[in-house]
């Protein structure tokens, strides 16, 4: 800290020149003797002007050095968060293909299971599970198996089956209409 009695007179009697002369010091991080040497008791407002002129740069420079610190500092965060993100979309691709293949294989087993049914049999069952699962159901049987089942169905749930069955079936359905 500057003594008061260090000053020299001009600056004692004018705070505002006091204030740029602290300000340069906080800035530029000249010491106090620095800032005595630097700035003589005589010292005009040209001489003053030229000090701030001087030192501009350095402080310039020194705010480019905090903000590419601060930057530094982002996009270390930044690449924790992107390896993290990482690390979970590839256990999450893991877990959703061990869940495709599951599903594949039970509807394999279930397709098997009501290809050997009786179309009697079948037709109130699949008539109580969801009705895309039992269109996919019905769409891989056989042709003449999954007529029979239909027909065994009630009417109207058999109406939606088939519905889904022909908007599967329609080349059109998945298309953009744009």
Do not use: H
């Not at 009697?13 to 003797?33: E, F, H, T």
């Not at 690449?79 to 993290?84: C, K, W």
């Amino acid at each position: 800290m500057i003594a008061k009695d260090s000053l020299s007179p001009m600056f004692a009697r004018s705070p505002r020149k006091l204030l740029v002369v602290l300000a340069l010091l906080a800035v530029s991080g000249l010491s106090a003797s620095a800032a005595e040497t630097a700035l003589p008791s005589s010292a005009s407002q040209d001489e003053i002007q030229q000090f701030c002129t001087n030192i501009a740069d350095a402080a310039r420079d020194q705010r480019y050095l905090l903000q590419k610190t601060e930057l530094e500092k982002l996009q270390g965060d930044i690449d924790s968060r992107i390896a993290v993100l990482e690390q979970r979309k590839t256990e999450y691709e893991d877990w959703l293909k061990r869940r495709n293949d599951f599903l594949v294989q039970a509807q394999l087993g279930l397709v098997d299971i009501y290809k050997k049914m009786k179309p009697d049999a079948a037709a109130p069952q699949l008539e109580e599970i969801d009705v895309e699962l039992a269109a996919a159901i019905i769409m891989k049987l056989p042709s003449k198996q999954s007529s029979l089942i239909l027909s065994e169905m009630k009417p109207d749930k058999a109406a939606t089956v088939a519905a889904i069955m022909s908007s599967a079936a329609d080349p059109n359905t998945s298309k953009d209409p744009t």
